[in-house]
């Protein structure tokens, strides 16, 4: 590959890590994930997680696990041990222990005490109404607070009392002293520290304090000396801000670089809606394999390698776009085509019974697991005279005769790893219903064996009666009919598609998933792939689709 070749396959990220380190600016490579702990990281999570830790592992660097817990009022160690739990599972390992921002909260106040020393932060008395009112619009200049010239000795006083939780919550913040006339609304002497009086999940009440996110976030990069800040597209407008506080503190110069988040299509990916769909009930909770939350995909069956290949695939970009959610759905399927073992089930099963087969007959056939993978072998299939096919296999009086390969009067198939068999007769019941199909089958065309000379069109799956295992199949689909869900006037709720789940209570599958376990994978033929889910039971297996063999919402 020649040098330009190599460049133009780097992304604009590489390409300037590749410069700084080329250049003598950097030395390593130290990246971050900053997840806040009040929610599920969900797919667009997902793509920062790829890119930072890919980035360490590419260039032989470090990335450092953050959580941004300067909100005690939505945190919860539970958010934690989840978000911990699926950078695990995506293959990925922090840098030493996971850090937290309240791990600086001492040194980052020491930091506000060194900006008010140097004139650069106040205390204001003003309400978060005057302040949003004082702050006008990008094109008028702000109004400047009446409390912004305080004496350096009056803010440290006050800011004393602040932390000693001598004011109520409300009642004043800390500024910074930046430029109340700066286009860029985020210059306008941003809040640095705001009073709650609430109990942190791992400070307790130390605290009644607390940093905002731009205050926080750019230090406790400098005190991690991250060299590469990595954010979406909606923190460029607070990057000067980062800069600002950096160059007055004279501390570590780390850097934020933006790039596109990932919008994915028949998705929504905030968190004031994801909880919303949980706390009314529209899903199961935040593992429901509909939502697009980590713990979501893994419980409907994708994979680790699925995941970090579609980030691979979409790409890092400096502008937004929405990517189509069939990319995703390829990723799964190219994984699965090459991990799942093939099986048979049947989701809407109708009895064949071959007339011509002895009662108490069972044959061990022989079927291939996988095409994909031949060290995946083989296993046992047993045959015996009465077995299951799909209803919609049969069909009495087809449209298109021609066209029709499967069963029907005086219609030949072939049972995959079996027999060919011809539909001799069926039995309807009472309400008009197909209940019973009658073949024979031709012992000369044995799978393998076939020295007959037939030439049939059809093949169908099939499953024993008489060995067959009962299961539950829960079919997903997209919890959304809508594709760009960022454009939609109307509440999200009503892009709910009302076919995003189907129940199948009375599967039939074949005799080798009798010992199936959670999280066991399979690609059930003709069908689509499935994963166990955790809700099976001795008595009874709950399958949940991960997705179809091919994409059913092309347009």
Known sequence: MSENEKHESLNFIEQMIEADLKSGKRQSVHTRFPPEPNGYLHIGHAKSIVLNFGLAEKYNGT??????????????????????????????????????????FDKLYDFAVALIKKGFAYVDDQSAEQISAGRTNPSTPGIESPFRNRSVEENLDLFAKMRAGDFEEGSCVLRAKVDMSSPNMHMRDPIMYRIRK????????????????DFA?????????????????????????????????EIFPSEQTEF??????????????LLQLVEEGHVTGWDDPRMPTLSGYRRRGYTPDSIKNFVKKVGVARRDGITDIALLEHSIREDLNKKANRVFGIQNPLKVVITNWQDDRVEILQATNNPEDESAGTRDMPFSREIYVERDDFMEDPPSPRKWFRLGPDREVRLKYAYIVKCTGFKKGDDGEIEEIYCEYDPETKSGQDASGKKVK????????????????????????????????????????PDSLEVIKSAKLEASLASAQPGDQFQFERQGYFIVDQDST??????????????SWSK
């Open 63 to 104: 990335c450092n696990l953050r959580f941004d817990d300067t909100n005690p009022v939505k945190e919860k160690t539970e958010y934690v041990d989840s978000i911990k739990s699926n950078i695990e599972w995506l293959g990925y390992k922090w840098s030493g222990e996971a850090r937290y921002a309240s791990d600086y």
């Open 198 to 213: 609430t109990h942190h999940h791992r400070t307790g009440d130390k605290w009644c304090i607390y940093p905002n996110y």
């Open 217 to 249: 976030h750019g230090q406790s990069d400098s005190i991690e000396e991250i060299t590469y800040s990595l954010c979406t597209l909606e923190f460029r407008d607070h990057r000067p801000l980062y800069e600002w506080f950096i160059e007055k503190l």
């Open 260 to 273: 596109a988040r990932l919008n994915l299509g028949y998705t929504v990916v905030s968190k004031r809606k």
């Open 458 to 497: 059809g093949t169908l799956g099939w499953v024993s009666v008489e060995h067959a295992v009962d299961a539950e199949i829960r079919l997903y689909d997209r919890l959304f009919k809508t594709e760009n869900l960022n454009t939609i006037e109307d509440d999200f709720l009503n892009h709910l598609n």
């Open 538 to 551: 001795d008595e009874k297996l709950v399958f949940n689709r991960t997705v179809t063999l091919r994409d």
